[in-house]
């Protein structure tokens, strides 16, 4: 079975500060990561994937993540917050391959503050 | 449309009521997710659709929940015999053959 751990329901950062928000995951095959942000009363929008080719992966806003196979983890960062930063980020894992639906397994989500 | 479209964005209903909710995904979109959102809790997958094979309802909590989707086209979701537990912001997503899926801005269910 597959889980997401994120570590921390809320971050807050100053504006200007490093990002980092946690992610851990446990999959028994070679996992799909993704990272989605909501902001407040909307859907969520992708901000980055992983699916198994480089494992410093870029994605919109700035944002970064890094795969690391023996850590376990896909933890998401921007090396300076803006105030616009502010939303909730969700870490998720999905099965993928011939006979796997692809559904995607959600961590609890991070609330990210930035103080200005 | 460019996007997952969902309807009704709100609905609030009666415990007891049957409730339906709609999905329109992108278009060519073979694959179709929906999810749940409770308040302060993450996502929780409900069922999945993949052209014309069998949906995959692991995810559906009990037996007042079920779905359809005819073809490649629009999904409905309906709930029987609503609960208050059942109140959360309902998510669908399309998935493209890139294997990202896309989210529609969800239907907020308030069951009284």
């Known amino acids: 079975a597959q889980s997401v751990t994120q570590l921390g329901s809320h971050v807050s950062v100053s504006e200007g500060a490093l990002v980092l928000l946690r992610c851990n995951y446990s999959?028994?095959?070679?996992?799909?990561l993704f990272w989605y942000v909501q902001y407040p009363n909307q859907g969520l929008q992708l901000l980055l994937k992983y699916t198994s080719a480089a494992t410093l992966v870029k994605g919109i806003n700035g944002f970064e993540a890094e795969f690391k196979k023996s850590e376990t983890s896909f933890h998401l960062t921007k090396p300076s917050a803006h105030m616009s930063d502010a939303a909730e980020y969700f870490c998720a894992v999905s099965d993928q391959g011939s006979g796997n639906t692809g559904k995607l397994i959600f961590g609890q989500g991070t609330t990210l503050q930035v103080k200005p | 449309g460019a996007g997952v479209s969902q309807s009704p964005s709100n609905k609030v209903t009666e415990k007891g009521k049957d409730v339906e909710l709609r999905c329109d995904p992108i278009?060519?979109?073979?694959?179709l997710y929906w999810y749940r959102q409770r308040l302060g809790q993450g996502l929780e997958f409900l069922i999945y659709?993949?052209?014309?094979?069998?949906?995959?309802k692991s995810g559906l909590p009990s037996d007042r929940f079920s779905a359809e989707r005819t073809g490649e086209s629009v999904s409905t979701l309906t709930i029987q015999r609503t609960q208050q537990e059942d109140s959360a912001v309902y998510l669908c997503?399309?998935?493209?053959?890139?294997?990202?899926?896309?989210f529609g801005p969800g239907t907020r269910l308030t069951v009284l």
């Open positions: 999959s028994s095959v070679p996992p799909y």
């Open positions: 278009s060519g979109h073979t694959a």
């Open positions: 659709f993949q052209g014309n094979s069998a949906p995959d």
């Open positions: 997503a399309s998935r493209s053959l890139t294997d990202t899926q896309y």
